[in-house]
Nanobody
Framework: QVQLVESGGGLVQPGGSLRLSCAAS????????MGWYRQVPGKEREFIAT???????NYADAVKGRFTISRDGAANTVYLQMNSLKPEDTAVYYC?????????WGKGTVVTVSS
């Protein structure tokens, strides 16, 4: 069973930065894709950023130029650097990994952007 554990969420003022981490229980390069989504209560989960197995990186338009996804294979960890945060970035952020037969999710970490 694959485990994904997110960390790094918290309260930050508008314009501030946070770095989220997602630690996986197995080699992150074994997944077809790995990345981040977010969800606000009452709304659908929203794609944020992802690495694909062919080393492409994709970002949602809402975060392009502000968020950066990166990874450390030795640590089996994927990161999301979030800069210039806005109140509308407030959400629960989830790590996602697409295996060959299954999709895996972490339990989420809460990001609140407020003054």
């Amino acid at each position: 069973q694959v485990q994904l554990v997110e960390s790094g969420g918290g309260l930050v003022q508008p314009g501030g930065s946070l770095r989220l981490s997602c630690a996986a229980s197995r080699n992150i390069f074994s997944f077809n894709a790995m990345g981040w989504y977010r969800q606000v209560p009452g709304k659908e989960r929203e794609f944020i950023a992802t690495f694909t197995s062919i080393n492409n990186i994709n970002y949602a338009d809402a975060v392009k130029g502000r968020f950066t996804i990166s990874r450390d294979g030795a640590a089996n960890t994927v990161y999301l650097q979030m800069n210039s945060l806005k109140p509308e970035d407030t959400a629960v952020y989830y790590c996602n990994a697409e295996g060959r037969l299954m999709t895996y999710w972490g339990k989420g970490t809460v990001v609140t952007v407020s003054s």
